[in-house]
């Protein structure tokens, strides 16, 4: 068995993004194996079971992966991941993967996708609400897809954003009030919010959502209303039902399940689109183990390599 480390050495986005739309393609036509997250709550966070079988990349296995948010207060990145691969003939463990910073890249790759199906622009004035590691990965992914003329940002500590700013000057970068931003042409929001922090009458016609920030019960970025003006793509329904930003709208009885206008997946493969230039489209994200899987199949042909003895 081998353990990679540094395995985000070397990856380039368009590769990463190109793998995880192929692993959306075959979602969209039920051609993995893939159970819903298992969560596991902590005193001051969770964790994440995440298994699947992807046999177009003939690679199976699975990633564990917590979320703290006090952790940059202690040193520690607020999301951390390992990734088991196995052989899919005996099932012998044959790879264990740092996948931190992966989770990073194929949650960016998967909003990259997203807007490359659902921006009714190629050329984008681009709105990001957070400044952590996941808006980055946003940035970086969807700048591989799109044209970005401007990005806007909102964070809460104007530190963060100067720092965020500095990281993508080759664009033109400012920021702006948490409105001001959602006048975008996408937006991107990446927070651990558990109330709605976009209100609907910010967002006007024709754009699109990346809502990364949700991925656990009880959390929501968007206003409630706003998603019944729009249309909701979803990566996978019974992860989003329960985790996803549609989570608390639906337990709550304002936001129907049945609304879902599809999945990413389905989107991909052309079976289902947005509706028009003026429709206000939503990717509801909440991380998928194919995902995981596919820029796993990449990672292993980079980084350091340690040879552990197994069984």
């Known amino acids: 068995m081998q353990y990679y480390t540094d395995t985000d050495m070397g990856l380039d986005f368009r590769q990463v993004n190109l793998a995880v739309e192929s692993a959306f393609a075959d979602h969209g036509r039920g051609l993995v194996q893939m159970p819903p997250k298992v969560y596991v709550t902590l005193p001051y966070g969770d964790f994440r079971t995440m298994p699947a079988y992807l046999p177009s990349l003939a690679i199976a296995g699975v990633k564990i992966v917590n979320v703290h948010p006090d952790n940059p207060a202690k040193g520690y990145p607020t999301v951390m991941a390992l ?45 990001v609400i957070g400044t952590g590691r996941q808006a980055q990965a946003q940035v970086s992914a969807i700048s591989r897809e799109l044209s970005i003329r401007q990005i806007k940002i909102w964070g809460r500590k104007p530190e963060h954003i100067r720092r965020f700013a500095d990281r993508f000057m080759d664009f033109p970068c400012r920021e702006s009030s948490i409105e001001d931003t959602c006048d975008c042409d996408v937006l991107v929001t990446t927070t651990p919010s558990r109330t ?116």
Do not use: C
């Not at 209100?199 to 970025?221: F, M, V």
């Open 83 to 127: 990734t088991v691969i196995l052989d899919i003939e005996t099932g012998r463990p044959t790879a264990v993967i740092n996948a931190t910073r992966l989770t990073d890249m194929r949650t960016g790759a998967a909003g990259a996708v997203a807007g490359k199906y659902l921006s009714a622009r190629k050329e984008i004035v681009l709105g």
């Open 196 to 311: 709605p922090i976009i209100r609907s009458e910010w967002i006007h016609e024709g754009t699109h959502i990346n809502a990364i920030g949700a991925d656990a019960p009880g959390k929501e970025e968007l206003d409630p209303a706003l998603l019944r003006r729009a249309q909701v793509f979803v990566d996978d329904p019974v992860q989003a039902i329960h985790s996803g930003e549609v989570n608390v709208p639906i337990s709550q009885g304002m936001y129907r399940a049945a609304d879902i206008a599809g999945t990413l997946g389905e989107v991909v493969i052309g079976t289902k689109k947005r509706a028009g230039p003026d429709t206000i489209t939503i990717f509801d994200s909440t991380g998928l183990a194919i995902q995981d899987l596919a820029i796993a199949k990449i990672a292993m042909q980079h980084g350091k390599i340690i040879d552990l003895p197994f069984p």
